[in-house]
């Protein structure tokens, strides 16, 4: 295989992003590929920059140095090859799950008939048929957060960035919204970007890990689990080997915990 | 459901009037004492104000009255919004703009109104600036703060979904800080009330002013109350009024926050 066509199998390439708060560095010469139509974690402590590293792909924040490239091509802001879901949700709450989901095509100047019809296709698609007119203030933590999904899968980006997107919803949920998630990555052909600060999680859902540590932040090792992810949902967490990776994480991550 | 709604809302009209009753009763047995010669009671005041309106003398004093009103309300509900809009948006211009808009809603007012009459005479010009002063402030300082204080991950959230900077601004930023730019309203639409009885009364004697001043030479106190009560019913229903705008505009924005 070539340089080139491997570069292509990537959806977004992060190549030498350096990231600098005033004097603090954020971000240190940090590389890293994301492969086509998988689910890459950025797995690491709290304050080890996996959500800016998160904002800077997704245009939010602009990088020190260094080249984010989507599709080959460099990117310096938003785009409409990314769809971003937030850890808070960030719905508006005046307006009805319909008009949320569909406010991104809304900004993109789409009509308004055609957006709603989408909308409410991703809406019964996340199990929110019916709820087109609640507002978000009447809809449990999870079931936000599926609006916020079903927002950011409406724009049909290529590039899914998920920012601890299930780290406000309760354990039940949680483990819910996993199982729909590899059922999404299976079917959606899209490339996720995932941050988490849950190992159990990152083993759980992702085709490659990527741990980060801490001051200054950089890619300590990136894992691919390989032998249970064509396994059923409900075997994986029996399995010996998301069990040891789980434990070699856990064990590489502890010194890092105060 | 519905009864139970019915019988809220009656309730809530029955503790109206019951307040009402209870605010006038008490002025009428306050005016019969009387606490003093020179005040009426609710009675008499009301007989007043029935004579002006009989009269037509209450509606030609208002066509007067309404017109530095209106003007300088509209004048700071438009600029006052607008300024602190950009104040909230711009760190460089709120540092430039706020400290005047602070130093106006803590100036005595009263004082300086000799001033404004030797820069813009008598006439309607001083009479605007008077509401102006009075009913700006607030709406702009309101309004900065509120547009400062919109959640940042909406902001975010339009950002990453290609908002232009006025579909941030217009569909994110406004709706967000409307329940606050609305409560400055209402506080600048009472002050600009204040301000317009105030401008007559300092500046030259016209509309409800003059009522009230020529009513006071003549010891026609019912005349004079009636006057007064006049314009605080009629900043009720404006502050009402505003109130159902606020309704019909950003109905939604009544459904609670996300993150409560």
């Known amino acids: ?28 010469d940090l590389s890293l590929d994301f492969p086509r139509g998988q689910l890459t974690s950025l797995l690491g402590p709290s304050g080890c920059g996996k959500t800016t590293l998160l904002k800077i792909i997704a245009g939010l924040l602009p990088a020190s140095s260094g080249e984010i490239l989507v599709n080959g091509q460099p990117v310096s802001g938003p785009g409409p090859d990314r769809a971003f879901v937030f850890q808070d949700f960030a719905l508006l709450p005046w307006a009805t799950v319909l008009r949320n989901v569909a406010f991104g095509l809304e900004l993109r100047g789409v009509v308004k008939s055609e957006r709603e019809a989408i909308a409410e296709k991703y809406i019964a698609d996340v199990g929110l048929k019916g709820f087109e007119h609640s507002y978000p203030h009447e809809l449990s933590g999870g079931m936000r957060q599926r609006v916020g999904l079903a927002r950011a899968l409406s724009v049909d980006a290529q590039v899914l960035l998920m920012d601890e997107p299930f780290s406000a919803v309760d354990e039940q949920t949680r483990r819910k919204f996993q199982e729909d998630l590899l059922g999404l990555v299976k079917n959606e052909n899209k490339t996720f970007l995932f941050v988490t600060h849950s190992i159990e999680e990152a083993v759980y859902v992702s085709d490659q890990i990527a741990i980060l540590l801490p001051r200054p932040s950089r890619v300590s090792e990136i894992i691919r689990p390989s032998g249970f992810r064509h396994k059923d949902t409900d075997s994986i967490r029996r399995d010996s080997e998301y069990l040891d990776i789980v434990d070699k994480i856990w064990s590489s991550l502890r010194t890092y915990v105060e | 459901m519905a009864g139970k709604v019915i019988v809220m809302r009656h309730r809530s009209f029955l503790l109206k009037c019951l307040s009402a009753l209870l605010v006038f009763g008490s002025w009428e047995i306050a005016g019969r004492v ?22 037509g003398t209450l509606f030609v004093a208002y066509a007067e009255t309404l017109k530095p009103l ?33 130093v106006m809603q803590t100036a005595p007012l009263a004082a300086l109104i000799p001033l404004l009459v030797m820069a813009y005479g008598i006439g309607l010009t001083s009479k605007v600036f008077v509401v102006c002063i009075m009913a700006m402030p607030v709406i702009v300082l309101n309004t900065g703060g509120a547009v400062r204080n919109t959640p940042i991950s909406i902001k975010e959230m ?101 993150t409560d």
């Not at chain 2, 709706?175 to 300092?202: D, H, Y």
């Open chain 2, 158 to 258: 339009g950002h990453a979904f290609l908002g232009s900077r006025s579909d941030i601004v217009l569909k994110i930023i406004l709706p967000a800080a409307s329940p606050i730019i609305f409560a400055g309203l209402r506080l600048g639409v009472s002050a600009g009330f204040i301000g317009a009885i105030l401008s007559e009364l300092k500046i030259t004697p016209t509309g409800v002013g003059d009522i009230i001043t020529y009513s006071r030479s003549i010891a026609d106190y019912p005349t004079m109350y009636a006057a007064i009560l006049s314009i605080i019913l009629l900043a009720v229903v404006f502050l009402n009024l505003l109130e159902r705008m606020e309704k019909t505009l950003f109905g939604g924005l009544n459904k609670g926050y996300v």
């Open chain 1, 1 to 28: 295989m070539s340089a080139k066509s491997q570069n292509t199998d990537n959806a977004v390439s992060v190549r030498n992003v350096y990231k600098n708060y005033g004097d603090v560095q954020a971000l240190h």
């Open chain 2, 70 to 102: 209106v003007l300088g309300v509209f004048i700071s509900g438009v600029l006052g919004i607008g300024i602190g809009l950009w104040v909230g948006l711009s760190k460089k211009f709120d540092w430039l703009v706020s400290p005047i808009f602070v």
């Open chain 2, 34 to 55: 009387p606490v003093s010669f020179a005040f009426p009671t609710f009675l008499e005041s009301m007989l007043a104000l029935w004579v002006l309106i009989i009269e």
